[in-house]
């Protein structure tokens, strides 16, 4: 079983970055697609970004261009690069493992598991 640690969220200015860290024990993540995801207050929880074992990716639209997931299998960890943000970017992001099947339902919750406790970032206008 992996467990999951976010980390670095915290509150910034509109315009501002911050870089999430989502750190693994228990198994290698080399070989897991892994998900960013994140749940505003009242909210569902909706899909942000997604990164493969071969490095590739996909990101929801209203945060393309502006944020960046990568991963260091050396230090079984995952990256979430978010600059440029706005105010409704604040959420608490969670990271998560891929355990689906197909690989086109990445943007679904319901496919991942061994979610992290989350981490607040708040972007102030």
């Known amino acids: 079983q992996v467990q999951l640690v976010e980390s670095g969220g915290g509150l910034v200015q509109t315009g501002g970055s911050l870089r999430l860290a989502c750190a693994a024990s228990?198994?290698?993540?080399?070989?897991?697609?892994m998900g960013w995801f994140r749940q505003a207050p009242g909210k569902e929880r909706e899909f942000v970004a997604t990164?493969?074992?071969?490095?590739?990716?996909d990101y929801a639209d209203s945060v393309k261009g502006r944020f960046t997931i990568s991963r260091d299998n050396t230090k079984n960890t995952v990256y979430l690069q978010m600059n440029s943000l706005k105010p409704e970017d604040t959420a608490v992001y969670y990271c998560?493992?891929?355990?689906?099947?197909?690989?086109?339902?990445?943007?679904?919750?319901?496919?991942?598991?061994?979610w992290g406790q989350g981490t607040q970032v708040t972007v102030s206008s």
């Open positions: 990164i493969r074992p071969s490095g590739s990716t």
């Open positions: 228990g198994r290698p993540l080399s070989n897991y697609a």
């Open positions: 998560a493992v891929y355990v689906g099947y197909s690989g086109r339902d990445y943007y679904t919750s319901a496919r991942y598991a061994s």
